[in-house]
């Protein structure tokens, strides 16, 4: 049976007309929207600006970055995935027909729009930074574009979303609407690069699904032993760069314990070398989260350094 054949097959799911409402949660993916809602905070943080009485503005950013913004490219992946889940995930919502018909794009264009007017409570830069993030959603998933069909490009573009849009989004947001200065820009900047290597970790299940479908994700051209080196490389230089920044600038200690933090990552990671594709999974688990604290370290560090 082809992919198409499967994807239309006649079944007890096709008879729905409606999502399920399961399906639409699960679609959307909340276990994703934590880290540009992370990474928002850190921007928070790191302008040195007293939320004061902008609170209800930092809570809406951060939403924007996680449950609207983030699961609108989830559900936009999703939809232009749906051919090869069906051979990856086949119990996804769309292959598996929870969300039947052409609801998935639906879900995708209207999210998209209410994620757009949310983002426009943020001010000037809040706003353009949210329709920046939409575009490079809709640009990794969607044809003719479709970044994610080169690994290299398709990381590049997620990281930049989800890290440093969101960063220097939530920076401006306290800093009344200003861009930040350079220093928290180049800091957002490296953990773009850092959130390259912890994308590539995401493909290593995908890639038989990704050879057949002409997907080029970094483990299925380069092979799981190439691209995991790769992954740990991009990881491994972004919190190496921000450590030798904090150092530079006269943070001593905030450098000190982004060191240690990577020094802890780097067992894990040749754990994760010596097998890749059963381990990818094991190190966004453990190894991931020690790469995200260093983010709150960076953060406080650039307090006072923002405007």
């Not at 990474?39 to 009485?53: D, H, I, K, T, Y």
Request: proline residues 7%; aromatic residues 10%; contains cysteine.
């Amino acid at each position: 049976m082809t992919v198409h054949q499967r994807l239309h097959s006649e079944g007890p799911a096709e008879a729905r007309t409606l999502p399920d409402p399961g399906a639409v949660l699960e679609l959307f993916k909340p276990v994703t929207w934590f880290p540009p809602m992370w990474a928002f905070l850190c921007g928070a943080v790191s302008s040195g600006a007293a939320p004061g009485e902008r609170w209800p503005v930092v809570l809406l950013g951060m939403m924007v970055a996680g449950p609207l913004v983030c699961a609108t490219s989830q559900a936009v992946n999703d939809w232009y995935d749906r051919e090869v889940d069906a051979i990856n995930e086949p119990k996804r919502p769309i292959p598996s027909g929870r969300i039947p018909g052409r609801w998935g794009l639906g879900l995708a264009v209207g999210w998209t729009a209410v994620s757009a007017a949310a983002g426009w409570f943020l001010g000037t830069w809040g706003f353009i930074a949210t329709l920046l993030a939409l575009v490079l959603a809709w640009a990794y998933s969607a044809p003719p574009l479709r970044f994610k069909q080169n690994g290299w490009i398709g990381n590049l573009a997620v990281g930049v979303s989800y890290e440093g849009l969101a960063w220097v989004t939530g920076a401006a947001v306290l800093l009344g609407g200003q861009l930040p200065g350079v220093p928290i820009l180049v800091v957002a900047l490296m953990y773009s690069l850092g959130a390259h290597g912890i994308m590539t970790l995401n493909d290593f299940k995908a890639i038989e699904g990704d050879r057949r479908m002409g997907i080029r994700s970094l483990p299925a051209s380069l092979g799981a032993e190439r691209a995991a080196w790769v992954a740990a490389g991009f990881m491994v230089f972004a919190q190496m760069a921000v450590l030798l920044l904090m150092a530079t600038w006269g943070r001593p200690v905030h450098a000190l314990g982004i060191g240690i933090l990577l020094l802890i990552q780097i067992p894990m990671l040749h754990r994760f070398l010596q097998a890749p594709r059963e381990r990818a999974l094991w190190y966004s688990g453990f190894g991931v989260p020690l790469f995200v604290l260093g983010m709150m370290f960076a953060a406080f560090a650039l307090r006072g350094m923002g405007a």
